[in-house]
């Protein structure tokens, strides 16, 4: 076999993984380049769960999606709308477009969380300690905690006050706006204390407290005067006293908004793309779609990184209420047996991103199988821990039936995992959706520096990210 020969062997047997970019022309190209500042503006809009969600309902409502609650409460004749949606706490959120058969017979599911890493304000946050006044913080979800020191960090948060009245504060994000930040200790001081630790040890989780001020009420004579100082200005400006951080809900996330990357701005930076990129792309897929063979859901969960606990994580019955009342609303039987069915009988992308593999740490990943920045939208057939323990492990059948589907509409897609074996790992919303029997296939694109203040994602990702969703909503029945 002659080199020719053989080169055209290698073309028809070898897997052919393109840039995404090779696979856009100027005009899409363009079209990314816009997409990716649409991203922006959400990632900036969209800080924390509750303002994710509320902005996402929003969105729902201006494209005609109809609240299904108050649908439920009022009796009408008029036929049922067929995109609805519901907010559910202020923190999850589900839209679905009803498609051209029952519902019963499956739904195309992509379900993202809509939660980040982030350092919470504790209950009883505000202390003074030398002369400062100081607030204590817990962190949620995965993070390195020497990210979240010295950066300048804004509060955003809801506060329900002794009346009863809720209030939405976001502080930090304007340019005449304060910051608050964590101190870090200096290098010249940092030897015995830190030195010959190991990372994990250096950085303890009680010390990762926010600088709230340092102007004294009073005199010297006066008991915490520092801490006395932040209360009243708090009280002056917000009228809030000690007690309602009781039943507060404020988080310590990076100031400042998404930024391009790179000379060329190929890339987004910015915080929580984990995962408001798979919910902006899955929302935006969705709201582009008009009539599908199939009823086409998105889900927007909370508390994926710490779990999926809660009522409004993937372990919840958000998602079984919800397609029950579509059920429902759709006229068809609604008893347990049929809303089992319907689950099972539906196909889900559990959306979410997967680690792209970084120039200057190689080593943590398997060459042959890990996601590079630019390659399109990644498939993960499976995450988890050791021997894949924790994961959903998709069937054969059904990542077949996505890469049938995104070849056929030139959508550049990869493979990958998430770290070597026994590097580490991780895990996804995944296994909880597909404890109904549903086939659940992991499914978002690949991203640098990962739970840090400052994820970095490809524009050209997060466009293939975006047609990826599109063509699995309007994609015929199987």
């Known amino acids: 076999m002659d080199k020719s020969q053989a080169e055209k062997r290698k073309k028809h047997l070898f897997k052919n993984t393109p840039l995404a970019y090779d696979q856009l022309g100027k005009q899409e190209r363009e079209a990314a380049f816009a997409f990716g500042d649409r991203y922006k503006e959400f990632l900036n809009s969209a800080k924390t769960e509750r303002e994710a969600a509320k902005k996402i309902a929003a969105l729902a409502a201006d494209m005609g999606f109809v609240d299904i609650d108050e649908l439920l409460t009022i009796k009408t004749t008029e036929p049922v709308p067929q995109r609805v949606f519901r907010l559910f706490k202020d923190k999850t959120v589900a839209m679905a ?62 506060i329900i006050k002794a009346d009863g009245k809720k209030m939405d504060i976001i502080i930090g994000e304007e340019p005449d706006d304060p910051v608050f930040t964590v101190t870090d200790l200096l290098p010249h001081l940092a030897g015995k204390l830190q030195g010959d630790k190991k990372i994990s040890d250096v950085f303890d989780g009680e010390k990762l407290n926010l ?24 009280h002056d400006k917000y009228g809030i006293i ?41 929302l935006a897929a969705l709201l582009e779609t008009p009539s599908p063979e199939k009823t086409a859901i998105a889900l927007f969960f909370d508390k994926e990184e710490i779990g999926s606990e809660g009522n409004g994580g993937a372990k919840s019955s958000f998602m079984e209420d919800f397609i029950s009342d ?32 970084d120039p200057d740490f190689k080593e943590v990943h398997e060459k042959h199988n890990a996601p590079r920045l630019g390659f399109g939208i990644c498939l993960t057939k499976f995450t988890g821990v050791r021997g894949k323990s924790g994961s959903n492990d998709a069937s054969a059948e059904f990542v077949g039936r996505i890469r049938a589907l995104f070849n056929e509409n030139k959508i550049a897609w990869q493979t990958g995992e998430l770290g070597k074996i026994d590097e580490g790992g991780g895990g996804t919303v995944a296994k909880f959706l597909a404890q109904f029997g549903m086939d659940v296939l992991d499914c978002g694109p690949a991203i640098l520096s990962m739970h840090s203040p400052f994820e970095v994602a490809g524009k050209a990702d997060v466009y293939m990210t975006y047609k990826g969703y599109k063509a699995f909503y309007n994609s015929p029945g199987k």
């Open 97 to 158: 477009v009803l498609g051209q058969g029952k519902i019963s017979s499956g739904a195309r599911i992509v379900a993202s969380h809509i939660d980040s890493p982030r350092l919470d304000l504790k209950q009883n946050p505000i202390y003074e300690d030398l002369s400062m006044g100081l607030m204590k913080t817990h962190y949620y979800g995965g993070i390195r905690k020497y990210h979240w020191l010295s950066i300048p960090l804004a509060l955003h948060g809801s």
């Open 211 to 234: 600088i709230a001020g340092s102007l004294p009420l009073g005199n010297e004579n006066i008991q915490d005067r520092f801490k006395l100082g932040v209360m009243q200005l708090l």
């Open 242 to 282: 000690e007690e309602d951080f009781i039943s507060a809900e404020i988080e310590a996330v990076p100031a400042g908004k998404a930024r391009d990357i790179g000379f060329d701005r190929s890339m987004v930076g910015g915080y929580g793309q984990d995962d408001r990129i798979c919910a902006f792309t899955s």
């Open 326 to 357: 579509l059920l429902f609303l759709n006229q068809e039987p609604t008893d347990n047996r049929s809303l089992r069915k319907t689950l099972i009988n539906s196909e889900c992308l559990s959306a979410d991103v997967n680690a792209a593999m």
